[in-house]
Structure formats: structure tokens, C-alpha cells
């Protein structure tokens, strides 16, 4: 795995997106209220506490915290979208 894309907000859902990630995306925090209006690759998921958070349900393929930790570890880098 290479690179990580970390989506934080909607704004950084729409730069994600136009840059035309192919790595893996993970939305987290605000970032899942994306889902609401932008359509992802299946390979995007979001972090399942986040979407209940903010009662978004059924939007994407869902990872735990734990999930997210293990992918952060496997990658070489990590990109932050804000």
C-alpha cells in the first residue's frame, strides 16, 4: 500500500476527489458528511463510530478505529484533506 488519503471535511472530500486519488480514501470526522452528496470509488470507506456520530447510515463500507490504526501502520505515507 502506498499512500493513505485521510478526508476530514466535505471541502476536502470535493479536493480529494478532483485530484483523482486511485489510493486508499478514508473518511473521518466531519469528513463523512461527504457521502451525503459526493459519490466515492467503492474502495473509499469510513470510519463506522463517525457515521453514527452524525446518524449517516449505509453511505459507504464502514472500517472500526482499530481498522484505521492497521491501515495508518501498512502505509507508507499518510496525505491529510481538510
Given at each position: 500500500m502506498s499512500t493513505l488519503h485521510l478526508?476530514?471535511?466535505p471541502s476536502g472530500a470535493l479536493r480529494?476527489?478532483?485530484a483523482?486519488?486511485?489510493d486508499?480514501?478514508?473518511?473521518?470526522g466531519?469528513?463523512?458528511?461527504?457521502?451525503?452528496t459526493t459519490t466515492f470509488e467503492p474502495s473509499a470507506?469510513?470510519?463506522d463510530d463517525d457515521l453514527k456520530?452524525?446518524?449517516i447510515d449505509g453511505a459507504a463500507e464502514t472500517i472500526s478505529v482499530d481498522d484505521l490504526?492497521?491501515?495508518t501502520i501498512e502505509s507508507e505515507r499518510t496525505v491529510s484533506w481538510r
Amino acid at each position: 500500500m502506498s499512500t493513505l488519503h485521510l478526508v476530514f471535511s466535505p471541502s476536502g472530500a470535493l479536493r480529494c476527489r478532483a485530484a483523482g486519488i486511485t489510493d486508499p480514501i478514508v473518511l473521518i470526522g466531519d469528513g463523512v458528511y461527504a457521502l451525503t452528496t459526493t459519490t466515492f470509488e467503492p474502495s473509499a470507506k469510513a470510519v463506522d463510530d463517525d457515521l453514527k456520530a452524525r446518524g449517516i447510515d449505509g453511505a459507504a463500507e464502514t472500517i472500526s478505529v482499530d481498522d484505521l490504526v492497521r491501515l495508518t501502520i501498512e502505509s507508507e505515507r499518510t496525505v491529510s484533506w481538510r
